[in-house]
């Protein structure tokens, strides 16, 4: 069918959604209406869920909540005249059922013109249906709604009946579709392209998606073969956002966009920031964009999504003060240059806790940091502390119930550093944060994380995870970037880019000899990641085949040689199951009590992990792969 010519004054709106708060979204949506209504806007377009949020846990079950949505969205279309708009909220079926027993909901879109709403031709309900509901990484969409395909299967009619256009008279004939309906590579059938059959003059897709690194080049590679392969304009709207599910928090950043017919796109502009996009998108396969870029989102990107985030989530649960434990470290002061472009210097204290093994260099290295920063600064010794646990231990008698004597207990090694670390952590910083009025930073990382290579309650802890999501390298980077860019000028002393990372728990990590942490991070990091983030995750038995076929730096991304590390087979397998059944058993432990983390990857800890507690397994195939190459010898 050839579509429409002639073009449409649109105007997409990438809201800051606030989860859970449909009054305050909707005020601000009839704001943006009137002021699209002065401009002359003929189609305004909303975000997937503009008026609920889309992640909200289980608040889904409380009709009063829904009830709200409803009252809200009937404004909305009250508010249509002279203009056609387009937006997201849940649509509620009150007389059927959900597969749970709850009241009937789909992630529903409405387009009203003139205060009256429209429905895709031929259909009775006055919404679009969203189709494909993506069941990956936080989103749980069957467990709430309910999707177009089992509409179609209960009403016994095929699937295109109900993936239909909407006729308006100022916008032609819009194909609504809902975030995941355009990402159709790993479906059975494309919505978008039914809709293009079906005559529609052009795609709208409204979508609640949240920021990773590397998705912006991802959406503009969909949404632009989406609308080469329908030759239709595609209006992308994406919400900006912080929103949660329990134990992973992630950032939406708009970017917004509009695309044409042979897949030039045209994009808004700021990200991470509420704003709108207005174009008149002819209605025919005319060329206006530029050339879609491929480049993924960089360093900076991943700055300014934790510096919108972080501030975000602080206001929303009131924390106006954070304290954060320093180290001379990266990672502390990572997490304190973070905290100290978002908080003012009075609100933001930086406490360090030197130790029996704490370096001049690592506790100049974190005066140095507090003064750049202009923070509040304390430093509070843990040795005489720490002594004290270690003599009352070295003392105890244990008795049984019968009061005979069972043994004594000592402190020793790894005892010790975690004596250490829990001092710094449960003792100190708990009771700084309490007299100070705020919360305490959680400076892990990711590679810190993946193996528990953390002390609970002691570096486990804190209210966020702020650069939980990344790997060391990545912090690292970061610094560096927040050095240059953000503030522009040296605030993370360069001592620290050199410093070799280390716990500073004990002689064998003492930094000014060279000593630390039992990572070699350039090849750790990409171990863990392939484990960690590949869609497909890996297990040992892929890394050693992948070892013994001599292609394992080229499958994870390693820059190096790992015979430089590993002289022979059997170090290399003992080093990989070393890490593989800490991450598999005792780090999950420490994960599930691990706080929240601040998602910026493809596959955060959290939420994004749905992870058990079943202990290091290994498969046959990888027993026999691993005799084999043992009784090989080298590699």
């Not at 590390?565 to 999950?588: C, K, N, Y």
């Not at 706080?595 to 990857?601: I, K, R, Y």
Request: charged share 20%; net charge negative.
């Amino acid at each position: 069918m050839t579509p429409t010519t002639g073009t449409v004054r649109a105007r997409l709106v990438h809201l800051e959604v606030r989860p859970g708060a449909p009054q305050d979204n909707t005020d601000r949506m009839l704001s943006h209406i009137a002021a699209a209504r002065s401009a002359g806007i003929q189609l305004l377009v909303f975000p997937e869920l503009a008026v609920p949020g889309c992640l909200l846990g289980d608040e889904w079950d409380r009709p009063a909540f829904l009830r709200e949505c409803e009252t809200c969205g009937a404004e909305l279309v009250a508010a249509s005249d002279g203009l056609v708009l387009v937006f997201g909220n849940v649509a509620v079926d009150w007389q059927r059922r959900n597969e749970d027993g709850r009241a009937r909901k789909y992630n529903a879109l409405f387009i009203a013109e003139d205060r009256r709403l429209l429905a895709p031709e031929g259909c009775e309900r006055a919404f679009c249906v969203k189709t494909l509901q993506p069941n990956y990484r936080a989103f749980d969409d069957d467990r709430h709604f309910y999707d177009a395909r089992k509409l179609a299967a209960e009403e016994g009619r095929p699937l295109e009946a109900l993936l239909a256009p909407v006729r308006t008279t100022r916008a032609g004939r819009i194909g609504g579709l809902l975030c995941e309906d355009a990402w159709d590579s790993d479906y059975s059938f494309s919505p978008g392209r039914i809709l293009a059959a079906r005559g529609a003059d052009l795609l709208v897709v409204a979508s609640s998606s949240p920021f990773t690194r590397g998705k912006q080049s991802k959406r503009h590679r969909v949404c632009s073969a989406l609308a080469r392969a329908t030759q239709r304009p595609l209006l992308y709207v994406n919400a900006v956002s912080v929103q949660d599910i329990g134990k992973t928090v992630y950032t939406f950043d708009g970017g917004s966009a509009i695309y044409d017919g042979q897949g030039g796109v045209v994009e808004a502009a700021p990200d991470f920031a509420e704003g709108a996009l207005t174009l008149d998108v002819p209605l025919d396969h005319g060329h206006f964009g530029r050339n879609c870029s491929q480049e993924g989102d960089g360093v900076d990107r991943v700055a300014k999504s934790m510096l919108y985030g972080i501030p975000v989530l602080m206001q929303r649960l009131q924390i106006r003060r954070v304290v954060v434990g320093i180290s001379g470290g990266i990672d502390s002061a990572v997490a304190a240059a973070l905290y100290g472009r978002i908080l003012a210097p009075e609100d933001l204290l930086l406490v360090s806790m030197p130790g029996p093994y704490t370096s001049p260099i690592t506790g100049g290295l974190a005066r140095a940091l507090a003064g750049s920063l202009g923070a509040r600064y304390a430093e509070l010794p843990i040795g005489a502390s720490v002594e004290l646990t270690h003599a009352q231990f070295a003392a105890l008698v244990s008795e049984g119930p019968d009061g005979g004597t069972r043994g004594q207990w000592t402190l020793s090694g790894a005892a010790l550093e975690n004596v250490q670390a829990r001092d710094r952590g449960s003792r100190l910083l708990a009771a700084a944060a309490a007299a100070f009025g705020g919360v305490i930073s959680c400076n892990a990382n990711k590679s810190e994380i993946t193996v528990g290579y953390g002390t609970l309650y002691g570096d486990i802890l804190g209210w966020l995870a702020c650069i939980g999501d990344l790997w060391k390298g990545e912090v690292f980077e970061l610094g560096r970037h927040l050095n240059e860019a953000i503030y522009g000028h040296e605030v993370i002393p360069s001592g620290t880019f050199g410093l070799t990372p280390s716990a500073e728990l004990s002689a064998a990590q003492a930094v000014e000899k060279g000593l630390g942490d039992p990572f070699v991070y350039p090849y750790h990091d990409k171990l863990f990641r392939a484990w960690v983030e590949r869609w497909e995750r890996v297990s040992p038995e892929e890394t050693l085949g992948w070892y013994l076929d001599g292609v394992l730096e080229r499958e994870i991304g390693y820059e190096g040689c790992v015979a430089e590390i590993f002289p022979d087979t059997a170090s290399f397998v003992a080093d990989m199951e070393r890490w593989w059944s800490l991450h598999q058993g005792l780090a999950i432990a420490k994960r599930l009590q691990a706080p929240p983390v601040l998602a910026v990857s493809r596959r955060a800890f959290g939420f994004d992990l749905r992870e058990a507690q079943l202990g290091p397994r290994y498969t046959s195939r990888y027993l026999k792969l691993k005799q084999q190459a043992l009784g090989q010898g080298q590699r």
